[in-house]
């Protein structure tokens, strides 16, 4: 009995220190803080594309190449691409250096999860506008601080069928002669194109179709017209006080939404869209969509899939793809009074955009390694691979006229003011669903009219009031029910 | 009397295929859906995708460099093998004990644990990730181990209810020819009990092979997640990966069912007919 006591004693001891033992070397790789006393490991968080499509492997490559007689290696954290620095980073489970877009990083900047930077200790300081380092400026007691390095500019783009545009585009779509089609240029006359395509398909076909309750892809119905998130106070900085929605002409762009939904399919009103629209432009359904440019490679693949399905090779299928599939700026005019059906005076088109970054973790033992790897990852080499491999729009000015074509327009219109970035501070976070709910109650109105139900939003009155309870709302939300 | 029992055969069969066909019905699209050759929920013609191939399974064990699914399926068999060995033997050992021992405080443990099984297990999320911070196992599968094993007892009533349903007299038979308590557990007990042993190692293995909050919040690690994480973290064109995934970790518990169900059958019938 004795000796059983003792062999299951024996027996306990030993998985236990089995168990420890496993316990420990999990956790090191999960670290990874340093995989020797004279090497520095940093963790990088990137986005999922960037993974997806080998830039992460090829960036760490040539930084460790570069690194690997100065005792700095990097890795990548392996982490999901919008896990929390908030929860992770303090108890050293976060990485040392994360890409994230401007809201995401200046909310963990405003709890100081990341570290302030200065602009000096990187070489492409003076090559990234002005507008793109706003995007990373904290105001903290009168002083400024730019907390993370800009990388690239996003903003909604039109992602169209080269193959699909009507045959007779350049007789009756291109009243300026200018060799672009209208519908390219303006709203209105992407519209009208729209109902054209909606009528002789029998509603089978579509024009535009995109989410419309997604504040980011249909904010130019709202900015065009004079609306704003947020406004700024005496020294420039966002005033979050001021939430400007439902200022200007707002209402009758918001109209305008209403009036183009009405020509778009029903999943427009809800998330349908965000995950079809793929598929959709790609068999021909759509004739167009609008996401961000990072999602080119999302299109082009599912267009290939179509070819390869009709018996193309896989390189017959890509070359195919991406002949026949463009993605431009979003329509550069807006009919001034909303009424997409008419063509009169115009506005220019102001989009929602955003400015994604490099920040480095306030938790990271090694701040000097980190801002060695971001300036070697906003090098002039690798932003232009990177501009290569994912198709971004870099805000490094040179990089910007080296690669040219949306590239550089994306840049241009950075610069030209056309783009107005999300704010940079928490409260943005609040804006969303308020705001979502609204533009998906707006779309369904069309249908609502379709339908032969009762509309709510039938003149600019109603859809001032609706503006400014969602102003109201986003309001609370941040000074009410949060505190 | 012929006609009134081929009638009434014909209705139970029509009604059970009709079930059987509600129930089955959305396996058989999940099925479908994993041999899409698109990928994508969105190009199917009405219910169905418009083309199969077994390219998804293909990819699913293949394409790793963002999705590894192979060491997703690891991660869960390691956690799901080791939590139902560890449960099996506390949950089999707090039954007997709470069954056959009386005590001082049994009765209040057993009305303790009992309340205590009342709470939800996420309740205490909190609390498990700060201590698993303090002992440094997040990003450790020990973790997760640790935690569902250290729950399991809390679910020994049905075993106490099966361990009291053995008599009496064959323990004191026992007792009687000088076996002791070790000796009364291994060889009066345990092969007396195969059922539920059968029953607790099944359902110690089938909750950590689909659980998803705890190894969600402890494991950041792409590489360390189980497959219920990972396939959360799908992509939004990723539809037939994710179901192919969702398929092929029924595999296991399945044939895990069907092995073990003998055992059950068995134990259940031998205890059913006196003899």
Not at chain 1, 224 to 252: C, H, M, W
Not at chain 1, 354 to 359: E, R, S
Not at chain 2, 133 to 143: A, E, P
């Amino acid at each position: 009995m004795r000796n059983i006591k003792r062999a299951l004693g024996l027996l306990l001891i030993s998985s236990l220190a089995i168990s420890m033992t496993a316990c420990g070397s999990d956790n090191a790789k999960a670290s990874g803080k340093t995989s020797s006393d004279e090497v520095i490991t940093l963790r990088i968080l990137e986005n999922d594309t960037a993974k997806q499509e080998g830039y992460l492997d090829e960036l760490l490559s040539a930084f460790n190449e570069a690194y690997k007689d100065k005792g700095i290696q990097a890795v990548d954290a392996n982490m999901e691409e919008y896990s929390n620095l908030a929860e992770n980073g303090p108890y050293g489970y976060g990485p040392d250096v994360l890409y994230q877009a401007n809201d995401k990083l200046m909310s963990y900047a405003e709890d100081k999860h990341i570290l302030a930077l200065n602009r000096e200790d990187f070489e492409c300081a003076d090559l990234i506008p002005e507008e793109a380092w706003n995007a990373f400026t904290i105001g903290v007691n009168g002083n400024k601080y730019t907390c993370a390095i800009p990388v690239n500019v996003q903003e909604p783009m039109l992602f169209y069928r080269k193959d699909k545009l009507p045959e007779n585009w350049e007789t009756d779509w291109d009243q300026d002669g200018d060799k672009t089609p209208d519908f390219l240029q303006s709203w209105s006359s992407l519209y009208q194109l729209s109902q054209q395509i909606v009528t002789e398909s029998g509603g089978e076909k579509y024009g535009l179709v995109a989410s419309c309750k997604d504040l980011y892809m249909m904010a130019e119905f709202d900015f065009s017209y004079g609306g704003y998130v947020f406004g700024k106070d005496e020294n420039g900085l966002t005033n979050s006080e001021d939430v400007g929605f439902g200022q200007g002409d707002a209402a009758k762009g918001m109209l305008g939404l209403r009036q183009f939904a009405g020509v778009m399919n029903e999943e427009c009103i809800d998330d349908s869209i965000a995950q079809n629209r793929y598929v959709k432009v790609a068999d021909g359904t759509y004739f167009c969509s609008i996401s961000t440019p990072d999602t080119y490679v999302l299109f082009h693949d599912r267009l290939a899939d179509v070819y390869k399905a009709e018996g193309c090779s896989q390189e017959e299928a890509d070359k195919k793809a991406t002949e026949n599939l463009g993605m431009v700026e979003l329509p550069g005019k807006m009919p001034a009074d909303g009424d997409l059906s008419k063509n009169g005076d115009t506005v220019e088109t102001v989009v929602m955009g955003g400015v994604n970054g490099y920040g480095i973790s306030a938790y990271t033992e090694h701040r000097d390694a980190c801002i060695e790897f971001v300036n070697f990852a906003t090098s002039r080499e690798m932003i232009t691979r990177r501009a290569q491999i994912l198709g971004i729009a870099p805000t490094r000015s040179d990089v910007a006229q080296e690669m040219g074509g949306t590239t550089e327009m994306i840049f241009g219109s950075l610069s030209a003011g056309h783009i107005n970035l999300m704010p940079s501070v928490k409260a943005v976070d609040q804006i969303w669903d308020p705001m979502g709910t609204l533009l998906s109650d707006v779309a369904k109105d069309a249908f609502r009219e379709k339908k032969g139900e009762t509309v709510k939003y039938t003149d600019e009155a109603s859809m001032q009031e609706a503006l400014d309870k969602a102003s109201k709302s986003i309001y609370d939300a941040i000074y009410t029910l949060s505190n | 009397m012929r006609k009134e029992r081929l009638s009434e055969t014909v209705v139970t069969y029509i009604a059970l295929i009709l079930v059987s066909f509600i129930f089955f019905f959305p396996v058989l699209w999940l099925v479908l859906a994993s041999f899409s050759a698109s990928g994508s929920i969105y190009d199917y013609e009405g219910f169905f995708p418009k083309s199969y191939s077994l390219g998804t399974y293909i990819k699913l064990f293949s394409d790793t460099q963002m999705y590894d699914y192979p060491s997703w399926l690891r991660n869960t068999l390691f956690v799901a093998v080791f939590s139902c060995a560890l449960s099996t033997v506390l949950v089999i050992l707090t039954a007997y004990t709470m069954s056959r021992f009386r005590f001082r405080m049994r009765k209040p443990i057993m009305k303790t644990t009992l309340v205590l099984s009342m709470f939800p297990s996420f309740m205490g999320m909190t609390a498990v990730y700060l201590i698993m911070i303090n002992f440094n196992l997040i990003n450790n599968l020990w973790s997760l181990v640790l935690v569902y094993s250290a729950g399991a007892p809390m679910g020994y009533l049905v075993q106490k209810g099966y361990f009291d349903t053995i008599s009496n007299s064959i323990y004191e038979a026992a007792r009687i020819d000088g076996a002791s308590n070790p000796t009364i557990f291994w060889k009066v007990t345990m092969p007396l009990s195969k059922p539920i042993l059968v029953y607790t190692a099944l359902t110690s293995f089938a909750w950590p092979w689909s659980d998803f909050i705890l190894p969600n919040m402890l494991l950041k690690n792409r590489d360390l997640w189980t497959v219920a994480v990972g396939l959360t973290h799908l992509g939004e064109t990723e539809f037939s990966r994710f179901a192919a995934g969702a398929i092929f970790i029924a595999v296991p518990i399945v044939i895990l069912y069907f092995s073990l169900s003998r055992f059950l059958i068995s134990g259940v019938s031998d205890g059913a007919v006196k003899q």
